[in-house]
């Protein structure tokens, strides 16, 4: 199924700049895409859209799908909610919510399921790769619970990576993933092109040696 967001939002057709940021490939994933230097020149402060869907052969048809992405006054994606109409006037939200460091890098990105909230927690290196990714559940967990105030002793750790990289040379980096045991078990080559954009990832599964580009 090929996913389409219709977004509802009148622009200038002279408005400078470009509204979404694929330099990491992330277009309508759950990552933050939006080119926030956009959304704050153009003093956004939401996008409602409608979602429709695609199958092979078919054409587009719409859904009873809907979605939210709001933004703080620095144009960065803070909260993504998605609802789907059920009978009877009733209503499923899927809520992604973004906190951000003082560098302007996600170190949280908080979701929720039918059992509440989770969050993946990250960490970075200097030239802003994650070199940490923890998987976490807090049954005290809301949407609004701010960074660092997470209840002790209620949040546990189900899943943790973490990465080392190397430089190859200016468009090309090695990324070796850790499991929770510290035992490496993937190692990916990233590649980007003159312009900074990434183009190319390919992966490599060391137990089984399966290969998987993504371009």
Sequence with gaps: VIRTIVILLLLSCAAQGQIL???ECSVFSDDPFFNSRFIDNNRI???HGEISDKRLKDIIRETEKEINYSFDPQGRLVK???YLKLPGDMMDTAIVVYLYDDQDRLVCMRKNDGYGFFSYYYEYNEEGFITSEKYCRNPEMTAETPLGTEVPGKEFVIASETYQYERINDTLV???TF???GKQYQ???MYWNNLGYKVKEETRLLITNKRITVE
């Design 187 to 189: 190692e990916t080559f």
């Design 21 to 23: 940021d694929n330099s």
């Design 80 to 82: 993504k909610e998605e």
């Design 45 to 47: 402060c939401m996008i």
């Design 179 to 181: 499991n929770n045991y």
């Design 174 to 176: 090695k990324r070796k």
